[in-house]
Every structure is written in structure tokens, then in C-alpha cells.
């Protein structure tokens, strides 16, 4: 995931690029930073039968405030698993993690018509984890993903300040793929204008 977002910040020119433990994100918030992407899930050893998280209601609170007071949030494919118990966090995400089928498949991504999110309109198709996500009402659609798997959400932004979920891509044929790189760098440079 880090190479696939560094070949995309790169293209923005003078981008401070921070990769920090999820541990330390409430220090480097005060230094308010132009734009934080969420790619990991709240539990620190998913594997453990009793998964430790690193979110806790007081990294909540200063998430939020961060936002509210201007801060822009992207939400990218893990940055929305088991966060559930997180309900202000939740609310200004705009939705949260349901599941996802065992093996990866072909998936199809699609763009809203009125999404202003990107330029590219084209539909596009990798093999992922094809993700079921629960959404909000008051989240602006901008993505479906399909498979053999039925339909679901796969994008939006909600004006809970500014705040955008992106969900492709899981494995690194998908993160590297044209497509996902071409929208993280149109969703990116939108949120730190």
C-alpha cells in the first residue's frame, strides 16, 4: 500500500509524506496536516482471539475535532474494518466495514455519474476483496463495485468536513493498477486544495 501511495504523492509535488503508527496519530494531528489517509483497521493483531485496537474513544475525539476544524480524512479499503463500536468516528466516516467473501474476485468499480471526485469515468475491473460496506444517508455515492458477489458501495464523501471513503484495492496487483492510482491522485489533490 505504501509504494502504490508514495508513486502517487510523488506526483503532487511539495507533499510532506508522514507514514506514522496508528499509535502516534493523535501527536502528529496537532500538527494539522493537509490530509490524513486511513488505510488500517482498528485491530492491532487481527489474527488474536482477543484483537487489541488502537482507536479509543479519546483518539475518536481528537480524529473528529481534527476534522471539524478543517482537516480532510481519506478512507482507503482497510481504513473502514472494526470500527463499529466508534459511533461519532462511524458518523463522520459515513459508514463502516460489513465483510468480505473468502477469496478474491474480479471486481467491477463504477463511478456515479455525479461524482466530482475524479475526472475518470470509465469503469474499471481488478481482482480484489470484493467489499460489502454499510453506509450512511447523509453520504454522497460516488462508486459501486460489482462481482459475482452481488452489488455494493464502494466510494463516497460525506460534508461532515472533508472526508472521503475510497475502497479499491486490497492485494498490490490492485494498488498498482492505473485506475487506483489515477484516482488517488485526483481524490488527493482535490482534498488539499
Given at each position: 500500500m505504501k509504494e502504490g501511495l508514495t508513486q502517487v504523492l510523488d506526483k503532487l509535488g511539495d507533499v510532506?509524506?508522514?507514514?506514522?503508527?496508528?499509535?502516534?496519530?493523535?501527536?502528529?494531528?496537532?500538527?494539522?496536516?493537509?490530509?490524513?489517509?486511513?488505510?488500517?483497521?482498528?485491530?492491532?493483531?487481527?489474527?488474536?482471539?482477543?484483537?487489541?485496537e488502537w482507536m479509543t474513544e479519546f483518539e475518536e475525539d481528537k480524529i473528529v475535532d481534527y476534522v471539524k476544524k478543517g482537516g480532510s480524512w481519506l478512507v482507503w479499503h482497510s481504513g473502514l474494518v472494526s470500527y463499529q463500536k466508534l459511533t461519532t468516528y462511524i458518523d463522520m466516516v459515513g459508514g463502516s466495514f460489513d465483510y468480505h467473501p473468502e477469496k478474491p474476485v474480479s471486481v467491477n468499480y463504477k463511478y456515479i455519474e455525479e461524482s466530482s471526485l475524479t475526472d475518470r469515468k470509465e469503469e474499471f475491473s481488478i481482482t480484489d476483496e470484493h467489499c460489502f460496506i454499510n453506509y450512511g444517508k447523509d453520504v454522497t455515492v460516488t462508486m459501486t463495485s460489482s462481482s459475482e458477489y452481488e452489488e455494493s458501495v464502494a466510494g463516497w464523501t460525506v460534508k461532515y468536513g472533508e472526508v472521503c471513503v475510497y475502497i479499491p484495492a486490497h492485494n498490490k496487483e490492485g494498488l498498482m493498477s492505473r485506475p487506483v492510482k489515477t484516482d488517488l491522485e485526483a481524490i488527493t489533490k482535490k482534498m488539499i486544495q
Open positions: 510532506t509524506i508522514l507514514c506514522a503508527d496508528r499509535k502516534e496519530l493523535t501527536e502528529h494531528l496537532k500538527d494539522r496536516p493537509d490530509l490524513v489517509i486511513s488505510a488500517s483497521e482498528n485491530r492491532l493483531d487481527p489474527e488474536s482471539d482477543n484483537p487489541e
